[in-house]
């Protein structure tokens, strides 16, 4: 490589042969450099109790909007597309932003799944379960589709005679 091993840890040449010299490691530590190092782990300890103490007092209110959706393969859901998945050229204000029914192919893990899309929609096949919603068919209301009864008369029916 062309460079000593000194060179390669500290980044430097050595100045002068003692650079290269193992100094003895003694029992005598300088006090100053203790004080300061028991300060420093003092902070530390401190700060990581405030963290955890602040995210526990965070963590009740987002668990409330929290939705945890575990699925299982082979389950239907209804898939969002965010802006990042989209292509440019696809890019429409009036198309929908979700889109149904598909099949889960397979279950990475409680966070990660892998879709069933089709060919047509050429983008990766991974999502987050944030982006997966439960899939419900649509009710109709009237099964064949008559009212029964008429927007003109009372107690008559759309269908023809």
């Given at each position: ?13 050595p ?43 965070y ?68 999502f ?34």
């Amino acid at each position: 490589m062309g460079m000593s091993p000194f060179s390669i840890v500290y980044r430097k040449a050595p100045y002068h042969l003692l650079d290269l010299a193992k100094l003895p490691i003694g029992e005598k530590l300088s006090s100053a450099a203790s004080v300061m190092a028991e300060q420093t782990i003092d902070v530390q300890n401190e700060v990581r109790a405030r963290l955890e103490k602040s995210n526990v007092r965070y963590k009740a209110p987002a668990d409330k909007r929290r939705r945890e959706n575990v699925f299982e393969e082979g389950v239907m859901v209804m898939v969002y597309l965010r802006k990042e998945r989209i292509f440019v050229g696809m890019r429409n204000n009036l198309k929908p932003k979700k889109y149904d029914p598909f099949k889960i192919a397979k279950k990475i893990d409680d966070n990660t799944y892998i879709v069933d899309l089709p060919s047509d929609m050429a983008m990766s096949k991974v999502f987050n379960v944030v982006d997966l919603y439960d899939y419900h068919p649509h009710e109709q209301l009237y099964p064949d589709n008559n009212s029964r009864m008429s927007s003109f008369e009372d107690g008559e029916t759309d269908v023809g005679d």
